[in-house]
C-alpha cells in the first residue's frame, strides 16, 4: 500500500468512526458482525439499495426494523445493471445524507462494500432469470436484470439476512429477485413493500431530483392515466382500448412517448388481455432526462 492510498484509507477510517451510523466496508467484518448476532439469537433483515435514499427507501428501512432484531442496509451504486454509462455517471451519491437519514430510524449497520468486495479481480459469473425478466424493463435495458441478479445474489450471500425487503415500484425486480431466490435455494424470505408516493401520485425515486419544475408538473399524469385505465377495465372496458386512450393521455400531458404499458399477470407477468384474475398495469415513459416506471394493482372488480 502506497503512502498515498495508506493516507487515504486512514482518512475514510476515521470519517467513517464519525459516521451517524456504524459502516462496514468488507465482507469479512460484515460477516463477523453478522455471526455475533447469530450468537445472540437476533434475527437479521436486509434492505439493499443503490443510495441516495428517500421516503420509499426509509420506508423499508422502518419495515425490516418492524419485522428483525437488527438491520442492515446496503450501498452500492452497481455499474452491472446500468445500460446508458451517462446514467451512472449521474447517478447521485450521497453516502453520508443517506447515513444521516438512517440514523434516527434505528438501522444497526450501513454496508457500502468497496468495488472489489463484490466485483473481485477475475469476476466472471452472471446470474441470469428467465421468464419474468423478460418484455417490459427487460427489452428496454438488455443486461439490465443479469445486473440486479448478480449484486442482489452477492449481498444476500454477504449479509446472510433471514429476510430482504424490496419495494413494489420496481415490480418487475421483485419478481425477478423472488424468482431467483427460490430457484437458487437462497435461505431469505422477499418481503415486498407498497410503493410510496408523492401526495400527487408520483412514485418516489431517486432520479426524480433530476426532472425540470415543468417535468416534475408533468410527471403525475402518468399515475393518474394508469389509474384511470384500470377503473374504465373494471367497468369492463377492453384492456386494449383503456390501454390506448392510457398511452394518449401521457403523450397528451407531455411525455414525449411512453415506452411501454401493459397489463400482466401479478404472479410470475404473463401478458393478459382480458382483466379475469389479479394483475398488474405497468408503465415506463421517458420525461426529460429520467425514464419513470410505475405500475399499480388492477384486480378484477
Not at 437476533?42 to 421516503?55: D, F, K, N, Q
Not at 426532472?211 to 403525475?220: F, I, K, N, S
Amino acid at each position: 500500500m502506497t503512502a498515498v492510498t495508506a493516507s487515504a484509507a486512514e482518512a475514510r477510517a476515521a470519517a467513517d468512526a464519525d459516521a451517524a451510523i456504524p459502516i462496514q466496508r468488507r465482507k469479512a467484518g460484515l460477516r463477523a458482525q453478522v455471526a455475533q448476532w447469530r450468537r445472540e439469537g437476533l434475527s437479521v433483515g436486509v434492505v439493499p439499495t443503490m443510495g441516495a435514499l428517500h421516503e420509499g427507501h426509509l420506508s423499508l428501512v422502518r419495515a425490516a426494523l418492524a419485522g428483525c432484531d437488527r438491520v442492515i442496509v446496503t450501498l452500492f451504486v452497481n455499474p452491472k445493471q446500468f445500460n446508458d454509462p451517462k446514467d451512472l455517471e449521474n447517478y447521485p451519491r450521497t453516502e453520508r445524507a443517506d447515513a444521516e437519514k438512517l440514523a434516527p430510524l434505528g438501522a444497526h449497520v450501513l454496508y457500502v462494500p468497496e468495488p472489489e468486495e463484490i466485483y473481485p479481480d477475475g469476476f466472471a459469473t452472471t446470474v441470469s432469470v428467465e421468464g419474468v425478466s423478460g418484455g417490459l424493463c427487460g427489452d428496454g435495458r438488455p443486461g439490465h436484470f443479469d445486473g440486479v441478479c448478480t449484486v442482489v445474489s452477492k449481498l444476500l450471500l454477504q449479509t446472510a439476512a433471514d429476510r430482504a425487503y424490496f419495494g413494489e415500484k420496481d415490480y418487475q425486480q421483485l419478481q425477478v429477485v423472488t424468482r431467483l431466490v427460490r430457484d437458487l435455494d437462497i435461505p431469505v424470505e422477499i418481503v415486498p413493500c407498497a410503493t410510496v408516493r408523492e401526495a400527487d401520485g408520483l412514485a418516489l425515486s431517486s432520479r426524480n431530483v433530476r426532472l425540470t419544475e415543468g417535468e416534475r408538473a408533468a410527471a403525475p399524469a402518468l399515475n393518474a392515466a394508469m389509474r384511470h385505465a384500470v377503473e374504465e377495465m373494471r367497468a369492463g372496458a377492453p384492456v386494449a382500448g383503456a390501454l390506448a386512450e392510457a398511452r394518449r393521455r401521457i403523450v397528451a400531458a407531455g411525455f414525449p412517448s411512453v415506452e411501454y404499458l401493459e397489463l400482466r399477470a401479478a404472479d410470475g407477468l404473463a401478458p393478459m388481455t382480458a382483466l379475469d384474475r389479479p394483475a398488474r398495469l405497468l408503465a415506463a415513459a421517458p420525461l426529460g432526462s429520467v425514464r419513470l416506471i410505475d405500475n399499480i394493482a388492477a384486480d378484477p372488480a
